[in-house]
């Protein structure tokens, strides 16, 4: 069974950083198809942030393009998003997510707050 926890949410002013991690269990995350990160905003259907293939091409949506950056550390079996440049429409539940052999795996989010 995989357990993905996510960490490092909170409140950061417009313009500020933060940097996500999501700290994976029960499964190597080398062994995984994809790694990634989601997020929902109030009233929003889930959208896909960034991703990344076992073979280490990552994908990202527009709206954070040159702003976050995904990265993992397979030996602490570790997905990290650093997020640049934040500004309020960044503001969502961020969620983990992997994929093993077409089951996907989702972590409980972690909240961000953009906001002066």
């Known amino acids: 069974q995989v357990q993905l926890v996510e960490s490092g949410g909170g409140l950061v002013q417009p313009g500020g950083s933060l940097r996500l991690s999501c700290a994976a269990s029960g499964r190597s995350i080398s062994s995984a198809d994809g790694m990634g990160w989601y997020r929902q905003a109030p009233g929003k259907q889930r959208e896909l942030v960034a991703t990344i293939t076992r073979g280490g091409t990552t994908n990202s949506a527009d709206s954070v393009k040159g702003r976050f950056t995904i990265s993992t550390d397979n030996a602490k079996n570790m997905v990290y998003l650093q997020m640049n440049s934040l500004n309020a429409e960044d503001t969502a539940v961020y969620y983990c997510?992997?994929?093993?052999?077409?089951?996907?795996?989702w972590g409980q989010g972690t909240q961000v707050t953009v906001s002066s």
């Open positions: 997510w992997g994929n093993w052999w077409g089951i996907q795996s």
